[in-house]
């Protein structure tokens, strides 16, 4: 069964500081990774996805991703935070071997406070 | 708005009454998944649907819930003898390909929820 852990409930920065979210993931095969993000009472917007290539993903907002397959992490990141990042983020995987279908499975989610 | 439409955007319903939620995809969207957000949790895969088709519904109660995607019109998932516990927003998204076989990327696309709540 395929799973994503993230460590952390809650992260709270400073504004302008660099953020971090860490997101940990569990398959079988190769990963696709993704990070969306929720804002109150509305659905969640997609921010970046890893599917193969280059392991330092860019995104929207000025967000990126870093997949690291020995640590079978993907932690995203963001290098001056602001106000307006406050939001709920997800950290979500698919695993692909032998042609087994999966479905997009989420963490549980992180709250991320930028403090002005 | 091109996205993804949910209706209604929140619900009531006393215990023991039906809840029917509906979901239109982007358009040129076919295939729609349905998750479950509960309260200080993360979503929940329930179904995903094709036109006409449940691809699947491993992630769906075997009981009082079910979804469609008929040919025509917008995806609906009904929840029958509601329950304290199906309190929650319930996320419906959509792609243009599927995730099976190792095709598609996996990009949903994500209505803004449906929140039911029973009292």
């Known amino acids: 069964a395929q799973s994503v852990a993230q460590p952390e409930d809650q992260v709270n920065v400073a504004e302008g500081n660099p953020l971090t979210v860490k997101c940990t993931y569990s398959?079988?095969?190769?990963?696709?990774l993704f990070w969306y993000v929720q804002y109150p009472n509305r659905g969640l917007q997609f921010l970046l996805k890893?599917?193969?290539?280059?392991?330092l993903v860019k995104g929207s907002y000025g967000f990126e991703a870093e997949f690291n397959k020995s640590q079978t992490s993907f932690h995203l990141k963001k290098p001056s935070a602001l106000v307006s990042d406050s939001a709920l983020y997800f950290c979500?995987?698919?695993?692909?071997?032998?042609?087994?279908?999966?479905?997009?499975?989420f963490g549980s989610g992180t709250q991320l406070t930028v403090l002005p | 708005n091109a996205g993804v439409m949910q209706n209604p955007r929140h619900l009531v319903r006393r215990r023991g009454q039906e809840a029917r939620l509906r979901c239109s995809p982007v358009?040129?969207?076919?295939?729609v998944y349905w998750y479950r957000q509960l309260p200080e949790e993360g979503l929940k895969f329930m179904v995903y649907?094709?036109?006409?088709?449940?691809?699947?519904e491993s992630g769906m109660p075997k009981e009082r819930f079910s979804a469609e995607f008929p040919k025509e019109g917008p995806s609906i998932l009904r929840i029958q003898q509601v329950v304290r516990g199906d309190s929650a927003a319930y996320f419906c998204?959509?792609?243009?390909?599927?995730?099976?076989?190792?095709?598609?990327?996996?990009?949903?696309?994500f209505g803004e929820g449906s929140r039911l709540t029973v009292l």
């Open positions: 358009k040129g969207h076919s295939h």
């Open positions: 649907l094709q036109k006409e088709n449940i691809i699947d």
């Open positions: 979500a995987v698919i695993g692909f071997s032998s042609g087994s279908a999966r479905q997009l499975t």
């Open positions: 890893y599917i193969t290539g280059d392991n």
């Open positions: 998204a959509s792609s243009s390909t599927g995730r099976t076989g190792g095709t598609g990327t996996g990009e949903l696309f």
């Open positions: 398959v079988s095969g190769n990963p696709y």
